[in-house]
């Protein structure tokens, strides 16, 4: 059974940064593309940023040139580095496995990012 675990979100003002961690246990994590989501309260749950085995990143073009996904697998971690941030960031974050039709593991608890002055 994969288990995900999100870590690092938070309350922090337009303009400002925060890290997310996510490790993932019960699996070869090395095995697997990985990708990061977002959820705002009354939207669909959307991915903005994915990395490939051999750390090839894509991003949504609502988070280019200000988030940075990055993975280590050492850590069966994955990581997004979010700089200057938006109210419209707002929303609780996840990370799972990508396969040909999207996410392959039950989600996590999702950690919470909050921009707002």
């Known amino acids: 059974q994969v288990q995900l675990v999100e870590s690092g979100g938070g309350l922090v003002q337009p303009g400002g940064s925060l890290g997310l961690s996510c490790v993932a246990s019960g699996t070869d994590f090395y095995d697997f593309a990985m990708g990061w989501y977002r959820q705002a309260p009354g939207k669909q749950r959307d991915l903005v940023a994915t990395?490939?085995?051999?750390?090839?990143?894509n991003y949504a073009h609502s988070v280019k040139g200000r988030f940075t996904i990055s993975r280590d697998n050492a850590k069966y971690s994955v990581y997004l580095q979010m700089n200057k941030l938006k109210p419209e960031d707002t929303a609780v974050y996840y990370c799972n496995a990508l396969g040909p039709a999207g996410r392959l593991w039950d989600w996590g608890q999702g950690t919470q990012v909050t921009v707002s002055s």
């Open positions: 990395i490939t085995l051999g750390g090839f990143t």
